[in-house]
């Protein structure tokens, strides 16, 4: 079976400072990795996923995230924070080798606060 | 626009009353799921759909129903509904394979 886990439920950070949120995944297969946001009553939004190839992805908004397999990470990274980025953030875990049944199995989610 | 759409996104009913919750996508997409969100406990999925006619349970399907007639359409069925079934609900799809999935805006149902 497939899991995620983010070992903080909230992170604040002052703008302008680097924000990682932290994410582990554990899955039979080969992983296939998401972030996703969601504003206050908004949908989650798409910001950057993980299939193959190069361990840091980049996606909207500035964020980025690094693929470490041998610790089963998928931290997300923004180098400078903006109080706009303030929100609920969650990670997504995919097994491709798996049957293809279960889309995608999510993590409880980190509050990110952005203090001016 | 690509999107998924669900309806009504607020909603307030009496434990017992019937009711369905909407989803429809226009991206032509083979998987749809619903998840429920809860505090804490993040997204977790009730049913999914790999294709018209093809549904199958998730994590948490105790209490809900879903159909899968159309390619576009995948409604939400709670035939009785009950109070633990408070909870945000998301409609998504994705294509087969290697896309990332679209998520509606969410229906807050209140179950009293």
């Known amino acids: 079976a497939q899991s995620v886990a983010q070992p903080e439920d909230q992170v604040n950070v002052a703008e302008g400072n680097p924000l990682t949120v932290k994410c582990t995944y554990s899955?039979?297969?080969?992983?296939?990795l998401f972030w996703y946001v969601q504003y206050p009553n908004r949908g989650l939004q798409f910001l950057l996923k993980?299939?193959?190839?190069?361990?840091l992805v980049k996606g909207s908004y500035g964020f980025e995230a690094e693929f470490n397999k041998s610790q089963t990470s998928f931290h997300l990274k923004k180098p400078s924070a903006l109080v706009s980025d303030s929100a609920l953030y969650f990670c997504?875990?995919?097994?491709?080798?798996?049957?293809?049944?279960?889309?995608?199995?999510f993590g409880g989610g980190t509050r990110l606060m952005v203090k001016p | 626009e690509a999107q998924v759409t669900q309806n009504p996104r607020y909603l307030i009913t009496v434990t017992g009353k019937k009711l369905t919750v909407t989803c429809s996508q226009n991206m032509n997409h083979e998987y749809m799921s619903w998840y429920r969100q809860d505090p804490g406990l993040g997204l977790r999925q009730i049913y999914y759909?790999?294709?018209?006619?093809?549904?199958d349970k998730g994590d948490v399907p105790e209490g809900y129903k879903v159909s899968r007639k159309e390619k576009r359409n995948f409604p939400l069925i709670l035939e009785s509904p009950s109070p633990n079934q408070t909870s945000l609900y998301f409609c998504?799809?994705?294509?087969f394979g290697w896309g990332e999935a679209f998520f509606g805006q969410g229906t807050r149902l209140t179950v009293v």
């Open positions: 997504a875990v995919r097994d491709l080798q798996a049957y293809a049944g279960n889309m995608l199995t």
């Open positions: 998504a799809s994705s294509p």
């Open positions: 899955v039979s297969g080969n992983p296939y």
């Open positions: 993980y299939i193959t190839g190069d361990n």
């Open positions: 759909s790999m294709n018209v006619e093809v549904t």
